[in-house]
């Protein structure tokens, strides 16, 4: 199938207009309409109804979109691969939550231009699902995910494993629930963060990233959950103070990728990501890396 076809159909659903569309990808609304009509044609179903709002999916094509995204990351990350620079052996994909970027994730860049330089790197930032479907369909070779779901043909690999700690800016290590600062950490301290903590099911701010939350909280002033590695130079200055009693939470760090796709690139890879593991517990002492 054409990839410029799967990439209007996704630009279409995303927009929910034909005329939007074609803005951006820089066509006539004429040519988005046949490549739809082409499409259709070739999936003998109608994937978008048509009406005076916009275009809105059918059955058949919310269905296509996992797969449309599928074919065009596959697409990308074919061509790469097949155009390295001179002086370039291989290529690999790699992508990450948010939050373990730093500093996880751009030591690994480092170490990997120190030592595989002649390895060509693709990094990618986006949400669990969409990595996990990344990995699973082929455009991502590994995905660092903090305790990621178990999904079929898909290996998790420890990387290492932190603790999620209660803290606060209170002078005596007290929660204050009225300046309680939720961050999302995924749905298992979700579920656990609300059995330990019913009363606290619906703070007054919300943060889904832990960076921004800690910004927050040392300016503004409170208490929440955040990793024992990033908070403990907080802890030694004072500025914040451990949560007397406060239960503490697992957060393992994990490499996914498909054992079937398993080759030299990718164990390089892993290697990698387990000496920079290493590497945070012996400077930090906030992650603890696996035996």
């Given at each position: ?45 109608r ?26 990351q ?26 373990l ?11 990997m ?9 693709r ?39 932190e603790?999620?700690v ?8 007290r ?7 939720s ?10 963060h ?19 939350a ?78």
């Open positions: 199938m054409d990839i410029g076809l799967a990439r209007t159909f996704l630009e279409v659903a995303a927009t929910g207009s034909f005329i939007a569309a074609a803005e951006r990808l820089h066509l006539t609304q004429t040519a988005v309409s046949a490549r739809i009509r082409l499409l259709e044609d070739q999936l003998g179903r994937l978008f109804v048509r009406n005076k709002a916009g275009a809105r999916l059918t059955a058949s094509g919310e269905r296509f979109v996992g797969h449309a995204t599928t074919l065009v596959v697409w990308e990350r074919a061509r790469q691969h097949v155009a390295l620079p001179p002086g370039i052996e291989e290529g690999v994909s790699v992508g990450s939550e948010p939050s970027w730093h500093p996880m994730l751009a030591d690994w860049l480092i170490w231009r120190r030592v595989c330089p002649e390895i060509a790197l990094a990618e930032v986006d949400s669990a699902q969409r990595l996990l479907d990344g990995v699973q369909g082929g455009a991502l070779d590994l995905a660092v995910l903090y305790n990621p779901p178990q999904r079929p043909g898909l290996v998790a690999e420890l990387l290492a494993e603790r999620l209660m803290v606060t800016t209170d002078p005596d290590g929660l204050d629930r009225a300046r309680y600062v961050v999302d950490w995924g749905p298992a301290f979700a579920a656990n609300e059995a330990a903590f019913p009363e606290l099911a619906h703070a007054p701010v919300s943060i889904s990233l832990g960076p921004l800690l910004t927050y909280l040392l300016a503004v002033g409170g208490a929440g959950y955040f990793r024992i590695g990033v908070v403990r130079p907080f802890l030694a200055d004072g500025r914040l103070r451990l949560v007397e009693g406060a239960p503490e939470f697992s957060h393992s760090a994990h490499a996914v990728y498909a054992p079937q796709r398993e080759n030299e690139t990718l164990a390089r890879v892993r290697a990698g990501l387990r000496l920079v593991a290493a590497e945070e517990e012996r400077h930090h002492g906030g992650v603890h890396s696996p035996p």
